[in-house]
């Protein structure tokens, strides 16, 4: 990567000019000052004050990230946001544009009150959430479970001396598809290494899927704590 194409990328990531002086300094063994960063990031016509977009673009690009999940972040994110995906704005101008648009949420987050993000499932077996559960491990216990997101079916619990075992999850796995004569259409599970090869077969049950969810992206890929919660 070039030196160019590599401030360009942290400039769009939204880091600070000392946290790029500092990356380029550890990571790459450009050694600069902040000064000769700015002329640098100004010859690539890169700036963060002097070129703002049109206030009605910014206006609607928070509004489209308000009907999401950014309802649970500040103006601090937000702004984030804005410069990495190439909008050229103030922090306070983002704020204020927060509090005209998202009035309720403000006030809530100003009182610390727990929003919970609202859950949609398109219907039964569309979407189903693996999950291992590790608290009681130290006592020999490892519980892994699946369940359907619209029914909120449990389509297994169960436990073992380890959850973390790829041959294990697997047959966990199958035994339900086998007796309903079918799988769901996506599966979403976190990246441990015990999932990885439930995703290969999930993938390739779908491969010849027809729809949005078909093939690759009959697996999906995310965080735990974003997980639906198993609840026996």
Partial sequence: MTRDRLFRSYFHLGLSYP??????????????SERHLKRILRQLGLFRRNRFV???EILLFIHNELQGSAQLHGYRWMHLRCIQNGYSVSREMVREIIRVLDPEGVELR??????????YSKGPNYICHM????????????????????SRKLL???????STNPRNIPDYFMTPLESIGGCPLVVR???GTENSVVA???RYLRREGNDNSG????????????????EC
């Fill in 19 to 32: 946290e790029i002086v500092a990356n380029s300094a550890q990571l790459h063994s450009i050694v600069l």
């Fill in 54 to 56: 049109n206030i009605e």
């Fill in 110 to 119: 100003r009182r610390r009150r727990l929003v919970r993000r609202r859950y």
């Fill in 131 to 150: 999950e291992s559960y590790d608290k009681l491990k130290p006592y020999g216990i490892a519980i892994n479970g699946c369940i359907d997101g619209f």
């Fill in 156 to 162: 297994w619990p169960q436990a073992n001396y380890t």
């Fill in 189 to 191: 599970a976190d990246r």
């Fill in 200 to 202: 290969i077969l999930q």
């Fill in 215 to 230: 093939g690759e992206r009959s697996f999906l890929y995310g965080c735990s704590n974003n997980n639906w919660r198993i």
